[in-house]
C-alpha cells in the first residue's frame, strides 16, 4: 500500500497552480469533468508519480482549508521561500532548525490557505520521515 495523493478543493485552478509551479510542482493531465469538478494532477520533479490532485468547481461554494498542512521536500528552504515571495505568494522567512545538521523549514500558505511546510533536510537524511527520527 502506499498514498496516491493529496486532493484539496481550490477557488482559482489557474492561480493554484501558478503558487505549486512556482514551488517545483508540473501539471501531469487535466480532467474537465468529474463528480468532484475539473481536475488538475500535480506531480514533483523526479518522482513519476502524481502527489496532488487540485479540484476546481464553484459551485460547491467557498472553499474552507483544513487545520492540517502539506510537508514538501525542498532541497533549499530559502530559495524556495524566495521563489514563491518573487511569485507573488506569502511564505514566512525560513527558520533553522538544529545549526549542528542544517536542517531547515518555512511555512508558506498556498492561494486558498491550505498551509504547506517547506522542509530541507539535513545531509544524509532519507527522502522521508522513518522509525529512525523518533528513536531517540
Same mark, same amino acid.
Given at each position: 500500500?502506499?498514498?496516491?495523493?493529496?486532493?484539496?478543493?481550490?477557488?482559482?485552478?489557474?492561480?493554484?497552480?501558478?503558487?505549486?509551479?512556482?514551488?517545483?510542482?508540473?501539471?501531469?493531465?487535466?480532467?474537465?469533468?468529474?463528480?468532484?469538478?475539473?481536475?488538475?494532477?500535480?506531480?514533483?520533479?523526479?518522482?513519476?508519480?502524481?502527489?496532488?490532485?487540485?479540484?476546481?468547481?464553484?459551485?460547491?461554494?467557498?472553499?474552507? $482549508?483544513?487545520?492540517?498542512? +502539506?510537508?514538501?521536500?525542498?532541497?533549499? =528552504?530559502?530559495? *524556495? %521561500?524566495?521563489?514563491? @515571495?518573487?511569485?507573488?505568494?506569502?511564505?514566512?522567512?525560513?527558520?533553522?532548525?538544529?545549526?549542528?545538521?542544517?536542517?531547515?523549514?518555512?511555512?508558506?500558505?498556498? $492561494?486558498?490557505?491550505?498551509? +504547506?511546510?517547506?522542509?530541507?533536510?539535513? =545531509?544524509?537524511? *532519507? %527522502?522521508?520521515?522513518? @522509525?529512525?527520527?523518533?528513536?531517540?
Amino acid at each position: 500500500m502506499r498514498t496516491l495523493h493529496t486532493a484539496l478543493r481550490v477557488a482559482d485552478a489557474e492561480r493554484s497552480v501558478r503558487f505549486y509551479g512556482a514551488l517545483g510542482y508540473e501539471v501531469v493531465g487535466r480532467v474537465p469533468e468529474s463528480p468532484v469538478g475539473a481536475l488538475t494532477m500535480l506531480k514533483l520533479p523526479g518522482d513519476p508519480f502524481v502527489a496532488i490532485e487540485l479540484a476546481h468547481d464553484p459551485s460547491r461554494g467557498p472553499v474552507t $482549508p483544513h487545520d492540517g498542512h +502539506i510537508a514538501v521536500q525542498v532541497s533549499s =528552504a530559502r530559495d *524556495s %521561500a524566495a521563489r514563491l @515571495a518573487d511569485a507573488g505568494f506569502s511564505v514566512e522567512d525560513p527558520v533553522l532548525l538544529d545549526s549542528d545538521t542544517d536542517f531547515w523549514t518555512a511555512w508558506a500558505s498556498d $492561494p486558498d490557505g491550505y498551509r +504547506i511546510e517547506l522542509v530541507q533536510w539535513p =545531509a544524509g537524511h *532519507s %527522502a522521508g520521515m522513518t @522509525a529512525a527520527d523518533f528513536a531517540s
